[in-house]
């Protein structure tokens, strides 16, 4: 069992940023891919953003690459997401999510492959 805790979220200006952090509890997190998602009232919840259980593979929605950047420390059973250049249309509440692979550099972007969720917390930027 992994407990996630979302922090980080919070209002701010377009152009400025943010960092969410995610702490696991449980001394298995090196054994999970970790992911960053959200979801925008009325949409459904999209992937932002993944990182394989060693940290050394990542992927980004189209829509945040060069803005945004998953990170993690097994040490501190943390994943973070630096967010960057923030427009309106980032405003959502943010998930990470954890999935048990197997592979020590493979990740997923599909919701349903994901074991265990944070409580999500919410971004909103002000144009």
């Known amino acids: 069992q992994v407990q996630l805790v979302d922090t980080g979220g919070g209002l701010v200006q377009a152009g400025g940023s943010l960092r969410l952090a995610c702490a696991a509890s449980?001394?298995?997190?090196?054994?999970?891919?970790m992911g960053w998602f959200r979801q925008a009232p009325g949409k459904e919840r999209e992937f932002v953003a993944g990182i394989s259980r060693s940290g050394g593979s990542t992927d980004y929605a189209e829509s945040v690459k060069g803005r945004f950047t998953i990170s993690r420390d097994n040490a501190k059973n943390t994943v973070y997401l630096q967010m960057n250049s923030l427009i309106f249309e980032d405003t959502a509440v943010y998930y990470c999510a954890a999935d048990r692979a197997i592979s020590p550099v493979g990740l997923t972007t599909t919701p349903t492959s994901y074991d265990y969720w944070g409580q999500g917390t919410q971004v909103t930027v002000s144009s």
């Open positions: 449980g001394r298995t997190f090196s054994l999970y891919a």
